[in-house]
């Protein structure tokens, strides 16, 4: 699932490509977007950069004119060098921007609007996107900060809901959210005021480093033209081995990579998201008036090999 580490690696990799090119095309089959390239052609401009702001990529050309799109669970962009076949069909091809020698296209993207920077400082969303944790702008200090405000306007809020935030810290996603959590050893379900000030310090430098050491730039690995679109699968262990890349995302049932305790899961928030914690690495610790009980996770029972079935 897009997260702030992929969209980055995104934009990064269509900079490289299109970033100050000149738009000679651009196709779509969304009727908002059609009416401002029949109003206001594409064709012509520059297309002056390419951005990331936490879960949200930006086109910039020339003109004053920005595309702005979101993937949420499905969406993705592809790069092809001119004439390339593409790997989806055109029925999943939402905007398409072509220059010389390359094919930037937004498939299966159900956010795509085309702003001017008036209206995009007007917009409901990326105004007011809290620091992003990939940004030259961020610190542990401001990350801290962010927490402790929110935290302070919203005692009562889970930590792992809050981590999910883009208003706090931009970037982090659903899996990050698990993992940062498991890094400072806090269960992801403790309220804000619960949390102390090293624990708010261990979150955010970490939703930092796990974010940079995913959109390492492997460039000067490839011998050509230094467009890197993908890094291979998301990390926070260290290890090369795709099946022990991560601490306790995805992993119930299975055992804790430190205390050896069954890793569990339990859906989270108003959307219902996925949150896994380890109980021996990440102890309850209740509010005044709360139950001493930890939250009952989905815990599944390791009885022996797994069979398949109906092979």
Not at 60 to 78: A, K, N, Q
Request: aromatic letters at 8%.
């Amino acid at each position: 699932m897009p997260e702030g580490d992929t969209i980055y690696r995104s934009a990064r990799a269509l900079q490289r490509a299109i970033g100050g090119k000149l738009c000679t095309g651009f196709e779509t089959g969304l009727a908002p977007l059609a009416r401002v390239n029949d109003d206001t052609p594409l064709a012509g401009r520059t297309i002056e950069k390419v951005e990331s702001r936490g879960k949200w990529l930006l086109v910039h050309f020339s003109g004053d004119l920005i595309l702005v799109t979101h993937m949420l669970m499905s969406g993705s962009w592809h790069l092809y060098r001119t004439g390339e076949k593409w790997w989806m069909g055109r029925d999943r091809m939402r905007a398409a921007i072509f220059t010389a020698d390359f094919q930037a296209l937004a498939f299966n993207v159900p956010v795509a609007e085309f702003h001017t920077a008036r209206s995009l400082a007007r917009y409901s969303q990326i105004p007011k996107l809290g620091i992003d944790a990939l940004s030259d702008d961020y610190t542990v200090e401001r990350g801290v900060q962010s927490l402790r405000t929110y935290g302070a306007e919203h005692p009562e809020a889970e930590i792992a809901v809050v981590l999910l935030n883009q208003r706090v810290i931009a970037g982090l996603g659903n899996v990050y959210k698990s993992e940062v959590a498991f890094a400072a050893g806090v269960n992801p379900f403790r309220a804000m005021s619960t949390i102390t000030q090293q624990e708010l310090e261990v979150m955010a430098e970490v939703s930092q480093k796990w974010l940079k050491v995913n959109v390492l730039d492997g460039s000067s690995a490839t011998g050509r033209d230094g467009i890197v679109t993908y890094s291979g699968n998301r990390r926070t262990t260290g290890a090369s081995d795709r099946a022990e890349r991560l601490w306790v995302y995805g992993r119930q049932g299975q055992e804790c990579r430190r205390c050896g305790a069954l890793v569990q899961m339990r859906k989270q928030g108003e959307q219902a998201r996925s949150t896994y914690w380890c109980p021996g690495c990440q102890p309850w610790v209740a509010t005044p008036g709360q139950s001493t009980e930890a939250p009952v996770g989905r815990m599944l029972k390791l009885t022996g090999p797994r069979r398949k079935v109906g092979c």
